[in-house]
């Protein structure tokens, strides 16, 4: 498949073609003495679902890997999120302002599939795989790792990188005898999306709610709901997310007007829930989904071999972090792997940034949980009161919007030549 890799260059092989594999190849393909192959199990390379938000972290990180990168998420259709109004859904304070957040550094909401698109479009056409199933991973004796397809093909790396999501196969290698004890399981809540017009969204939901390029959050009582316009205003995204009221037996079931109606009864006679309801289910196969999260993970890496992504730490979605905790990941592992030029540092490489990486990934996780309790009415705390929702609300992103991405790096680059004695 690849071309015999001259000496001292290194060879990698990216797990997964979704969002977090596609940053990291971007990252890695810069330096010249390492060679890329980006593999997808699926058919093409593609996303499920509607959008993903962008905050500041996010976009600076992306920025350090592609310095072009505020030119790529305009053309990915970028919208720009100037403002976010968190609103009272329900009970008989429903309406009621809890705040709007501006500021100089707006996050963008992009849709999933068009921002994939703009970060494979830099890639050389013959590092892209496609239909390329992962079956094995042997290692070969500290001299790499061999890897085995579900086609019957068979690679040599000397450095595995797993971006293959949640139920990742590369991490069950990681950690071995005690991946499942760490495997993903149910964060407490599900959501149900659709991507509608934007004339249609402003129609059913009110004019009023898109006279700004404003993204709306909706708190209540066992629910959260969410709007925010995509596409240069071509598309509105539309979110339902209640609490998960017993254990899922499947993370994807048929969604209902049934199920909706009784989930947001408390709901229905205030101002967003029926408009909601109805964009929701205005799709061929409407779904619900269970969101799921690591609870915990006791490394990223093992010998040549690591994760990235939701591989790596996968979030709900309270705090928009799981595109930008992939993007973190990537740039992290490019400024390494710039500084690797021996395969024998890969492992103390992929050390370094378990050990930067990893406890601010789980903190945004086990946050991003108790968020959603907040948001969903169901924090034994603050309930639905207007000013405790004020209190706790306002700093809860303060720690991931305010990481400094080049000390970031050096910290990494530094705990690297701590470990091979530079």
């Known amino acids: 498949m ?20 596609a940053t990291l190849a971007n990252a890695l393909i810069q330096h010249p003495h390492l060679e890329i192959e980006l593999f997808e199990s699926a058919p093409e390379f593609s996303e499920r679902g509607a959008a993903v938000g962008l905050a500041v972290n996010a976009q600076k990180a992306l920025q350090q890997v592609i310095p072009s990168a505020q030119e790529l998420l305009d053309k990915a259709g970028g919208v720009p999120m100037n403002c976010t109004r968190t609103v009272l859904g329900s009970g008989p304070d429903a309406g009621t302002l809890i705040f709007d ?6 996050g963008k909401v992009i849709h999933r599939a068009s921002l994939l698109r703009e970060l494979l479009a830099p890639l050389p056409k013959e590092v892209l795989h496609a239909n390329k199933k992962l079956t094995a991973i042997n290692p070969k004796d500290g001299k790499g790792v061999e890897i085995t397809f579900q086609d019957g093909s068979v690679e040599h790396f000397d450095a595995v990188i797993g971006a ?6 590369v991490r069950k290698y990681v950690l071995q005898d005690v991946a499942d004890e760490h495997a993903a399981s149910p964060g407490g809540f599900w959501d149900c999306r659709n991507l509608v017009p934007f004339e249609k969204a402003k129609a059913a939901l009110g004019e009023q709610y898109f006279e700004v390029d404003r993204q709306y959050g909706w708190l209540g009582d066992g ?12 598309m509105v995204q539309c979110v339902i997310s209640p609490v998960e009221t017993e254990s899922p037996k499947d993370r994807k079931w048929p969604l209902t007007r049934e199920l909706l109606n009784k989930t947001l009864v408390n709901w229905l006679d205030g101002p967003i829930a029926k408009g909601m309801i109805e964009l929701c289910l205005d799709q061929a196969d409407p779904y619900g989904y269970s ?15 690591c994760v990235i992504g939701d591989a790596a730490h996968a979030t709900t979605p309270w705090q928009g972090s799981g595109a930008s905790m992939a993007i973190e990941d990537a740039m992290v592992l490019g400024a390494l792997f710039g500084k690797v030029t021996s395969s024998k540092d890969i492992p103390a490489a992929f050390k370094a940034y378990d050990i930067v990486r990893r406890p601010r990934c789980q903190r945004i996780i086990d946050s991003s949980r108790e968020t959603g309790l907040i948001f969903c009415g169901r924090h034994k705390d603050i309930g639905l009161d207007p000013d405790k929702l004020r209190e706790s609300i306002g700093s809860r992103w303060n720690f ?23």
Do not use: C
Not at 2 to 21: D, K
Not at 164 to 169: L, V
């Open 2 to 21: 690849a071309p015999v890799t001259p000496p001292n260059r290194i060879r990698i092989g990216i797990i997964g073609g979704g969002l977090a594999g």
């Open 164 to 169: 293959d999501g949640i139920f990742s196969a």
């Open 400 to 422: 991931i919007f305010s990481l400094d991405m080049q000390a970031h790096k050096e910290e990494a680059i530094n705990k690297l030549g701590e470990l091979i004695g530079l």
């Open 223 to 234: 629910a959260f709901i969410m709007h925010d316009i995509l596409e240069n205003r071509k």
């Open 291 to 305: 969101q799921w999260d690591h609870k915990s993970t006791p490394t990223y890496a093992n010998g040549h071999v």
């Open 101 to 106: 957040l501006a500021g100089a550094d707006p």
